[in-house]
Structure formats: C-alpha cells, structure tokens
C-alpha cells in the first residue's frame, strides 16, 4: 500500500502499475511508494518506475511529499555514471548507492527526523533532496527552504540547483556589476536562463547565445542581446565581453579568452565534453593553471548547496525578481523520458516531474 499525506490526490501520470494514495495523518508515512529507479548505471532508457520503501528520516533529516522534482543535467550524469569520475567520490563504482534519481524537489513536509526544529508536518518547501523522482524523499533539513504560497511547486522545484549555480557564478565567482558587459553561452538552458536573470539583475548588459527559436525566451528574462549560435560566431572575437559566463560548454580556452575583454573573467559552469574519465573538468583545470599566466581571470567552480542561497531564490521567487522558464512537465513514469529530452537539446528553459498534484 502506498503512503500519503492529507490534501493528496491521484498521481498526474497515466501509469496502470500504481493504486490511488490513501490519505494517512502527517508524520506517519510507512509502506511503499512509486520512485523512477536504476540498480546499474545507464541511460534513460534502462530507468524504471517501481514500488519502493518509503524512505524514513534520519537525524537533521525531513520527509518530503514530493509535489515536483527538477530535472537537470546531473540527474543524466548520476543516472549513467559518467564521466566515471562522479562514482568516484562517494555515489558508488560500481552500482549506484542511492537507486532513486533526482535532486531537486518542491513539497509539503510529511515527517521530520531528530534535531530538525525549523520544520513541521504540513509546511511547504523546496530545495535539494536525495531521490527525489518520487511520491517521497528525504532532504537534509539545511538544504531545505520555506516555500511561499505565491510559488507553486512546479516552478519552485525547478529552481535550486540550476538557480544556485547560476546565482553563485554570477555573484560570488565573478562579481557581476552594473555597466558590464556579460555573455551568457547557453543562455536558454537552465543554468544559463537564470545566469542571464542575475546578470541582468545585477545592471549588466547581457547576450545570451541561443538558437533562434529560444531568443524570444532569454530575451524575455532580461538579456539585451541574442546570437544565434547556428548563424553567427559568438566568440570570433569581433565582440568583447568583461564576463563570460560559460555553462556547459565545448568552447575552447583560446576561444573564450579572445572574446574576453584584457581583465576580463571566464567562469565555466560544467561541462559536458572530455573523456569517459573526468569529462569537462581537464578544461577547468587547464583554465585554473592558465589563469595563472595571464591577465585575465579563467575560473571554474562547483555550487554549494547552501541553505541561505536556496531561501534567497525563494524570496526572489516569491517577490517575482526571479522567473523559472519551465517549459514543459513530466509525470512521474516519463521522468526518463524528461531527462533524455534535456540532454538531446529538446527543451529550452527548464522541466520538471510532478508527482503529484501541484496546488
């Protein structure tokens, strides 16, 4: 039987393999629920939805009812195991420790662990939490923030982890201000439409590269300018930029560094290129040694899922200072099928997964 908590309904998805959620009181969610798993790395394809056990807080742990989870890029690379380096540093060589995917997550509290004294049963939230393609999850209570009433769940799931990148890229790591020129490659995926937001909040000139048919969307979200990176060269150096904010990209260090002003700073935001071991991060490290030999700041850096951060998204969500472009929804069986969209290019902005009814 699956758990539930009250003011649930019948999942959004279609699929004949799941009964309906009774309703239980808070705090006592036991049994089984459906979560979109893999017990060996691979693609997509291989995911499954299946009945699992409800997971049970541990110490400074909260149990969410996960209304909606984001999708994003590390879901791919946590899902197949590559590059191999991410099963290197903890999720498992071999098989992956934790078989439920996802991160993102936007819900209501259903139960909280020992220690946990800044949340309550019934108490929307949103932030990061370990599986959370499913009807529930456990989150850290730190990586968790109050949710307001004037953020549904779709577009708050869909903001911390690609908000908090793109926050902390353009604030902390290159310290945007007003009057600067910032081009933003990738400007219509997740990270890059929120770069272009923080950028443009922040008073700098903004170019988002994009194709044509999402240059509407980052225009939307406050760039001044739009390349069509299928038409125009974006780094032929004809223009030059005091920030480039790179996410995910294949671009080389020379030609970044042409279309960098003398002092100007890169920041690389992922990466999607390299070899089967380490994947973008040999351009990260080349840039760091670089940076050392010449005038211009060449940077690279991992997001900290900071709590404080994650409360400050949802303060400029809530205030409408910040937008999460989602463009399409999942339910939860497609979950792979969302994924494989993101990482073929097939989405602009962001996407999630509802689980469950959003309110």
Do not use: C
Not at 9 to 19: H, L, W
Not at 43 to 71: Q, Y
């Amino acid at each position: 039987m699956h758990a539930s908590v009250p003011d649930s309904s019948a999942p959004t998805d279609d699929s004949s393999t799941a009964e309906p959620l009774p309703d239980v009181p808070f705090g006592s969610a036991t049994g089984t629920m459906r979560a979109v798993v893999r017990h060996r790395y691979g693609d997509p394809s291989t995911w499954r939805l299946a009945e699992v056990p409800v997971p049970i807080p541990a110490p400074a742990e909260v149990l969410v009812e996960v209304r909606a989870a984001g999708i994003d890029r590390g879901v791919w690379h946590l899902g197949t195991g590559r590059p191999l380096v991410a099963r290197l540093v903890g999720f498992g060589v071999l098989r992956p420790k934790q078989p439920v995917l996802g991160m993102d997550v936007a819900g209501l509290v259903a139960a909280v662990g020992p220690g946990v004294d800044g949340f309550r049963p019934g108490d929307a939230v949103f932030g990061i939490a370990t599986g959370s393609f499913a009807e529930f999850a456990v989150a850290k209570a730190e990586k968790l923030a109050p949710l307001d009433a004037r953020v549904d769940f779709r577009h708050a799931a869909a903001t911390p982890v690609s908000g908090l990148a793109a926050m902390q890229a353009v604030r902390d790591v290159a310290k945007v201000r007003a009057g600067q020129r910032v081009l933003v490659l990738g400007a219509s995926g997740g990270v890059g439409s929120f770069a272009v937001q923080f950028a443009h909040v922040a008073g700098a000139s903004v170019t988002g590269v994009a194709s044509a048919q999402k240059a509407q969307l980052v225009l939307g979200l406050g760039a001044d300018h739009t390349i069509d990176y299928r038409s125009e060269d974006p780094l032929d150096g004809s223009r030059r930029y005091d920030v480039i904010i790179d996410v995910g990209g294949r671009n080389s260090l020379r030609r970044l560094r042409r279309t960098l002003e003398r002092d100007g700073t890169l920041v690389i935001v992922g990466g999607e290129d390299g070899n089967v071991l380490t994947g973008g991060a040999g351009r990260q490290l080349r840039a760091a040694l670089l940076s050392l030999a010449v005038p211009q700041r060449l940077t690279a850096f991992i997001a900290k899922e900071r709590g404080d951060d994650i409360a400050e998204l949802g303060r400029m969500l809530a205030a409408g200072d910040l937008v999460a472009a989602v463009e399409r929804t999942y339910p939860l069986a497609e979950a792979p099928v969302g994924v494989d969209d993101l990482v073929r290019g097939r989405i602009p902005g962001k996407a999630v997964v509802q689980a469950t009814p959003d309110r």
